[in-house]
């Protein structure tokens, strides 16, 4: 059993399959932008401010998705070495601009539980970035990277041997806590250094399903029942995705869901109703013939 995911036993058959068909995250990533309308989130952001509270549009974003795995657990599952399995915890990796003129980079990753709120989002998030920012050093990502270099020629097999363990599930949960390519998802805000949002593949090391990167906002025309065509401020968000997680028809209803919490961002002070389980942990019924 892996120490980050337990297998999935009650999956459709198709989705037994399709590991077999397309092995690889590069055979089977799909891509979409979404628009965000941007005057519901900065609406409630500056009402938020007007009460001392600093919320961030990446607040919003990750709590209206953490709430969305509560009720689509289906979207942090992730596939190994053909097999499927359910993540048994909430990790997104984000860049961290650190300090200094030459605006270094670092990832790490933060943790949620399904039933956060969004004020609990922001905690964790701003924790995050300000340790990431002020002390780099004592990032996981930067130690596990400086262990790997720290002796010539070692890089290549320790990267090799930490690939194999992984395809295998022999891999350390403490590694996979350092590792940057663990996570439910991955998401960027391009839109901090001004650069449009892009379709950021899906790594293949790793168990990462989902991508997800924010852009510089635009303008986006729509026609209202009415007839009047308007231009509405949207945040757009490149997304890309592993579709062997699970079907079109479900990605398509948890965005739904997700959407929901962005247009009304005050939804996510509440802890959600009910967190689902992931129905593909339960053992499928096995019928039992009539009896004659």
Partial sequence: MRADGKRLKNVDPMYTIVPYIMSKRTDSMNMITLDIPLDPIQSYINDKRKQ?????????????????????????????NKKSYA???????????????????????????PDYTIFQVHDTVENFVEENRKAPENNATEKIMKYLLAVPGVMP???????????????????????????????????????????????????????????NNRDVVKRKVSGEVVADRCIPMGLVMDERI????????????????????????????EVVADPGLKKPKKDKKAKK
Avoid: W
């Fill in 87 to 113: 993540r048994n915890e909430i990790a997104v990796g984000m860049v961290v601009l650190t300090q200094g003129e030459l605006g270094n980079e670092t990832m790490a990753k933060m943790y949620f539980e």
């Fill in 52 to 80: 001392g509270l600093n919320f961030s549009h990446m607040d919003v974003i990750l709590a209206s998705y953490v709430r969305t795995i509560a009720k689509f657990p289906a979207l942090n599952r992730f596939v190994v």
């Fill in 246 to 273: 699970c079907s079109g028809f479900y990605l398509s209803m948890a965005f739904r869901e997700m959407k929901k919490y962005l247009k009304n961002p005050a939804l996510l002070e509440q802890p959600p109703e």
């Fill in 157 to 215: 097999l320790g990267v090799g041997i930490l690939k194999a363990l992984d395809k295998f599930g022999l891999l350390p949960k403490a590694v996979i806590d350092m590792s940057p390519f663990h996570n439910s998802l991955v998401i960027s805000n391009l839109a901090s250094i001004r650069t449009n949002h892009i379709y950021h593949h899906c790594y293949e090391f790793g168990t990462t399903s989902m991508v997800i990167t924010m852009g």
